[in-house]
């Protein structure tokens, strides 16, 4: 069973704000993802890590940033939220390297909206 | 440039029939792997199954099985005498193996809602 959380589950905060999206996992995953999940169902990775101090942009542009300074840790923020941020953002981790277990396991997810 | 196309967007059935989900997928790669999920309401997703491009073996867990077929570049998901419990959104997804590099991300399909009626 996955051990990948994120906080918070819910987030409303009006335009501006600065927000920081938790998300981390026990299971020592090299690998960690960010994926964005609009109103319409359809995911898009917008952030991954390979590892501590690696972080590279995903398929879809977004105005976030995200760090890894642990590997249990990969946390995602936005310096000024605004409306069309709105979305369902997923955090999701796997083993490295390829191959076999390359599943990758998913948090529950933060619903945010901005107002 | 990989895609995932799950051409159903709703599909809606009475609980204990069977029905198939559909998944068609592009890669360019020879080494590639297949992968569904399901989110219930709740909003998490929840892995179900991962294939690999050279294993065409299909695979049968309780009431869930799946085809997958190199030929038509399908991995289709059929659900036997389903459920309510069985609604929520699947989702198909790929991910290219080669030799690393890239993202290695997931690219998912629009994913498709499935209602089971009692």
């Known amino acids: 069973e996955a051990d990948i959380y994120q906080t918070p589950r819910y987030l409303v905060i009006g335009t501006g704000k600065k927000i920081t999206l938790e998300c981390s996992q026990t299971m020592g995953h090299d690998k960690m993802y960010w994926y964005q999940q609009d109103p319409g169902m359809e995911l898009h990775l917008i952030h991954y890590s390979y590892g501590v101090n690696s972080t590279e942009k995903g398929d879809l542009s977004s105005e976030s940033t995200v760090s890894r300074i642990r590997t249990e840790h990969f946390p995602l923020t936005l310096e000024s939220a605004r409306p069309s941020h709105t979305s369902q953002y997923l955090c999701a981790s796997r083993e490295g390297g390829t191959g076999i277990n390359n599943e990758q396991f998913f948090g529950p997810g933060t619903r945010l909206t901005v107002l | 440039a990989q895609k995932v196309t799950q051409a159903q967007t709703e599909i809606s059935v009475v609980e204990k029939e069977d029905v198939t989900l559909d998944c068609v997928y592009e890669t360019r790669d020879t080494t590639y792997y297949l992968f569904w999920y399901k989110q219930p309401p709740s909003g998490e997703l929840v892995f179900l199954i991962r294939?690999?491009?050279?294993?065409?073996q299909n695979e049968i867990s309780g009431r869930y099985s799946w085809n997958f077929q190199k030929s038509t570049s399908s991995f289709n998901f059929t659900i036997t005498a389903s459920q309510v419990v069985d609604s929520a959104v699947y989702f198909c997804a790929l991910s290219e193996g080669g030799s690393g590099g890239g993202a290695d991300g997931l690219t998912f399909g629009k994913g498709t809602h499935l209602i089971i009626q009692p």
């Open positions: 294939r690999n491009s050279f294993d065409e």
